[in-house]
């Protein structure tokens, strides 16, 4: 809270400084970047694609328990106790390694998507400055509790972004 305060202060200082006839303040909206921008859906259908492979072993393991579940429910009381509990293990052991193929999973999802958004959110930002500085603003902003949708400058940044070379090792 003490730092957002510091920030306004800063910001009042500056604009007060420089003249408020002068003065362009610009608005981003990071989220709808790393939505919409076509780095963003590249590197969303390339993380798919890495994992499709390990997304298949893991709706078949579970598909599998289900059976198994079924299985085990269904024939259950017509086999042996000793039968029973082996195929009660079993099942156990499945759910506990399909749990840790799952967690881990998400862990590895979680990181590659967190390294690919950081790629988008350095094109962004050259983006942003880009129009920045050929729209003559003096601040961008990327958060705001409310912005009037005038300084709103998001759809040129996305339309910067489309228009930027297609880096090909990124397909």
Do not use: W
Request: aromatic fraction near 6%.
């Amino acid at each position: 809270m003490k730092t957002i305060f510091c920030a306004v202060l800063l910001l009042f200082a500056y604009i007060t400084q420089a003249g408020a006839g002068d003065f362009r303040i610009g608005v981003v909206d990071t989220e709808r970047i790393l939505r919409e921008s076509e780095q963003a859906v590249r590197a969303g259908k390339k993380i798919e694609k890495e994992f499709a492979a390990r997304d298949q072993e893991i709706k078949k393991m579970i598909k599998q328990s289900k059976d198994q579940q079924t299985s085990l429910e269904k024939d259950g009381s017509t086999l042996s106790d000793l039968v029973r509990r082996n195929k009660e293990r079993e099942l156990i052991n499945l759910n506990l390694t399909l749990q840790t193929l799952q967690r881990e999973y998400r862990e590895d999802m979680n990181l590659r998507q967190n390294e690919e958004l950081a790629g988008v959110l350095a094109h962004a930002d050259k983006a942003i400055r880009e129009v920045a500085e050929s729209d003559g603003y003096d601040i961008i902003l990327q958060e705001s509790v409310y912005h009037n949708p005038k300084v709103d400058i998001t759809d040129k940044v996305l339309k910067y972004l489309a228009n930027e070379p297609v880096d090909k090792s990124d397909k």
